[in-house]
């Protein structure tokens, strides 16, 4: 049984520990404000005149350059304040902005890319209209508990030397008992009222900024229906490619097996009264089980190549590379491996796109460079070849276009007549450590 | 002869053992994944690793970099990789110190019992032995080139089994005509290459690998 000591020391300390907590949620919805206030003046209004400048500016040339360097850092604040709305409020805002087209953007496409998205202009927006709105609810969330720290500590003073006024008792002209006492409750109803108060105001403050900053129904509906279509073609290649892999090991190596196991079977009855049919029989029963793993081999490559599976991306890339009739310079620059099927993918489309090199080019070299940055994979492949190439004709190019989509990645080519051509693609993903991940498979 | 096993698939793993141990090859060790590869090889030292290239504990080439790592500590060990499938980027890592010493076939290869018992002897010997679709690879890469084209249809095919790492005596088996012609094929290959010519089978392997760029 416990001691009465033991249980007040208990209750003592849990009251310490929950004022500590209250006191903690004050100071943090203090510093939140303050920090919205800060930027809503220093940043926002600042970005805002700047943008309305440069927008101004274009047709002497000046905005062209300098409106997608502002709208790129209304972007970068926006992405911050979605970032803290789900960290401080719980409010998830989606990234509304559309994908920037791939390849290297010329200033003027830049710029047509930018202003054509509704979400910038929904952005320029936010930055001038949360101004106010980041001012008065950042002093609701941040100034409650100052305010009722000073009626705590500072009013009752004043009141004594009778020359200060605070909250409703600036009206009075005899500040006696009430003006003493008075400050010291309502300061610290004030303070007790901001543990909740201040989160919810910092939270219609995210509510506030989800109403410019998510994407709009329009967005959302155009990107659903973009998923419904690259859903429904990625369903139907796998589809295929199932059915493709179940004929080639129907007709292929399982028929083969069959044949082997009839061989071996006949050759064990042969064995005792003619051994000569029995060995002959033994040696086409090796021949073919060597034809059904070469099958089999080719079928697990067009399925998933086992050295992407022990290399990555780099070193199956490589791998190809090798083994091709024209000279490849291939530079790699991963940190990391991109999660499995975004890897395969990229793969596929890399080995399709150097095939395309062989086959069509006429190329003597060729390059390919793949690197990561800002979330995505970039895979650029280049040859010395005669051009033309058209992704609208080849069947080949609307595959990759088609394996790309699946991963909301794009594609882009070059190829005026008599080359170079250059083909970009983008795949946006993250990239996993350096680890090379397990897999169950064995070789 | 002392020989190494590395091979995670309890079937296979017991085939080879069983498969050497019958060819007079004394198995001193048979592990099946990539640390206990490299602490077998650095503690036997044998006179041959017979690995397989995917291992345990990660699935990928934990046995080739084993294998890789073990040559580097003990310069010139005899491996032999096998695997299900030959990757040239595999192959160059393999021979990139030119000691030979070096084999990589396929696991199919180990049907035909006498000429993967003979391909393990080779490598213990200091020899190489590379897959037919190695070989291959190599040659097609390199058909548009001049010099190659230059070969005789007779002469691309001795180039392939020398490529192979076979000696002069066993292309000659193979293709059923005398050492003797075998040599004067090599020696117009080499001519015609612009090789220098070697007595030594092992030197000679390894130039014409050289010059394929494996």
Known sequence: ???????????????????????????????????????????????????????????????????????????????????????WSGVQIAVPYRPEPPGGLGPFARLRWLLADPASWRDL??????????LVLGILAGGLAVYGLEGVLVAPWFALFGTFGWGPFWMLDDYG??????????????????????????????????????PTRGALTERVQRLTETRSETVDASAAELRRIERDLHDGAQARLVALSMNIGLAEEMMKHDPETA??????????????????????????????????????????????????????????????PVESAAYFAVAEM???????????????????????LLMIIGDDGTGGADPARGSGMRGIERRLAAFDGTMAVTSPPGGPTVVTMELPCALSSPKISPSSETG | MRVVIAEDLAL??????????????????????????????TTHRPDVAVVDVRLPPTFTDEGLKAALEARREIPGL????????????????LLSDSRGGIGYLLKDRVSDVKVFVEAVRRVADGGTAL????????????????????????????????????????????????????????????????????????????????????
């Open chain 1, 1 to 87: 049984m416990e001691t009465p000591t033991e249980d007040q020391v208990s209750e003592r300390q849990r009251v310490v520990e929950l004022l500590a907590q209250y006191a903690r949620r004050v100071y943090t919805s203090f510093l939140r404000g303050v920090v919205q206030i800060v930027l809503a003046f220093t940043v926002n209004l600042p970005l805002f005149i700047l943008a309305v400048l440069s927008l101004v500016f274009i047709p002497l040339g000046v905005g062209v350059v300098l409106t997608p360097v502002v709208f790129q850092a209304i972007r970068t604040i926006a992405n911050q304040q979605r970032v803290w709305a789900a960290e």
């Open chain 1, 125 to 134: 927006l936010w930055t001038f209209v949360s101004i106010p709105v980041a």
């Open chain 1, 177 to 214: 008992l009430l003006g003493l006492v008075g400050p010291i409750v309502l300061g610290a109803g004030m303070v007790a009222a901001s543990v909740p108060l201040g989160p919810v105001f910092l939270k219609a403050l995210a509510l506030f900024g989800r109403s410019l900053l998510a």
């Open chain 1, 279 to 340: 060995r002959q029989l033994l040696a086409e029963a090796r021949a073919a089980s060597g034809t059904a793993l070469t099958e089999l081999r080719d079928l697990v490559r067009g399925i998933h190549p086992p050295v992407l599976a022990e290399r990555g991306l780099d070193g199956a890339v490589r791998a190809l590379a090798l083994t091709l009739p024209l000279p490849v310079d291939v530079h790699v620059d991963l940190p990391g491996r991109p999660d499995a």
């Open chain 1, 354 to 376: 150097l095939a395309n090199v062989v086959k069509h080019s006429g190329a003597r070299r060729a390059w390919l460079q793949i690197e990561h940055s800002d979330g995505r």
């Open chain 2, 12 to 41: 296979l793993r017991d085939g080879l053992i069983r498969l050497l141990g019958a060819f007079g090859f004394e198995v001193v060790e048979a592990v099946d994944n990539g640390p206990s590869l490299l602490r077998a090889l």
């Open chain 2, 78 to 93: 005899p491996l032999l990789v096998l695997s299900q499938h030959v990757e040239q980027l595999y192959a160059r890592e």
């Open chain 2, 131 to 214: 897959d037919p679709d190695v070989v291959a690879q190599l040659l097609t890469r390199h058909a548009r080139e001049e010099p190659l084209q230059r070969l005789t249809p007779r002469e691309r095919e001795v180039l392939g089994l020398m490529a192979e790492g076979r000696s002069n005596a066993a292309i000659a088996g193979k293709l059923f005509v005398t050492e003797k012609a075998i040599s004067k094929h090599t020696n117009s290959i080499f001519g015609k290459l612009g090789l220098p010519q070697s007595e030594d089978d092992n030197r000679r392997v390894l130039a014409v690998l050289a010059y394929l760029g494996a």
